[in-house]
């Protein structure tokens, strides 16, 4: 189901049918380096993984993660991003993830623009927040275009890590 659109993409939610897409994303460099290999690697393990999560937070919250699909390239899905309520944070969390032959073409930024105003105008959503790793420049660089600015360093996880919180006012 389409929840929005941009110039170049239509963002919808993801369903189980999106399985190899979801395998393949959750295993390019990028994901395992910043965000952490969930070890998913078949497709029936990606579908269970959209079942209990992004179906999961659809029911629970209205709203989750959305894939992003290039209108002219017969909408081929390239990545995802949206929307997450997670217990260790004070706000709604926004996340992305793309495809490494996607990056630096400002799909991210359309899409999470898009999602900000969906998180507004949807859900009435006043704050929203973000979570990265120190390392990872590319997304920090997204948030900051985002008009999202660094608040604190976290620990929100049991693995101790220390993340980088980013937050705005909407």
């Given at each position: 189901?389409?929840?929005a659109?941009t110039?170049?993409?239509?963002?919808?939610?993801?369903?189980?049918d999106?399985?190899?897409?979801?395998?393949?994303?959750?295993?390019?460099?990028?994901?395992?380096?910043?965000?952490?290999?969930?070890?998913?690697?078949?497709?029936?393990?990606?579908?269970?993984?959209?079942?209990?999560?992004?179906?999961?937070?659809?029911?629970?919250?209205?709203?989750?993660?959305?894939?992003?699909?290039?209108?002219?390239?017969h909408?081929?899905?390239?990545?995802?991003?949206?929307?997450?309520?997670?217990?260790?944070?004070?706000?709604?969390?926004?996340?992305?993830?793309?495809?490494?032959?996607?990056?630096?073409?400002?799909?991210?930024?359309?899409?999470?623009?898009?999602?900000?105003?969906?998180?507004?105008?949807?859900?009435g959503?006043?704050?929203?927040?973000?979570?990265?790793?120190?390392?990872?420049?590319?997304?920090?660089?997204l948030?900051?275009?985002?008009g999202?600015?660094?608040?604190?360093?976290?620990?929100?996880?049991?693995?101790?890590?220390?993340?980088?919180?980013?937050?705005?006012?909407?």
């Amino acid at each position: 189901m389409q929840i929005a659109q941009t110039t170049r993409l239509i963002l919808s939610k993801i369903t189980v049918d999106d399985a190899p897409f979801i395998l393949e994303l959750m295993n390019t460099p990028g994901w395992l380096k910043y965000i952490g290999d969930r070890n998913i690697k078949t497709v029936e393990a990606a579908a269970e993984y959209i079942k209990n999560n992004q179906l999961r937070c659809y029911e629970e919250n209205g709203y989750g993660y959305y894939k992003m699909q290039v209108k002219g390239e017969h909408l081929k899905t390239i990545g995802t991003c949206g929307l997450l309520k997670r217990d260790a944070l004070e706000h709604i969390d926004i996340g992305f993830s793309m495809l490494p032959e996607y990056h630096g073409n400002g799909y991210g930024y359309e899409a999470a623009n898009e999602i900000l105003k969906f998180a507004k105008n949807q859900f009435g959503i006043k704050t929203i927040c973000a979570i990265t790793l120190p390392i990872n420049k590319p997304s920090i660089q997204l948030l900051e275009k985002l008009g999202l600015s660094y608040q604190k360093t976290v620990k929100p996880f049991d693995d101790d890590e220390e993340l980088l919180l980013f937050a705005k006012d909407l």
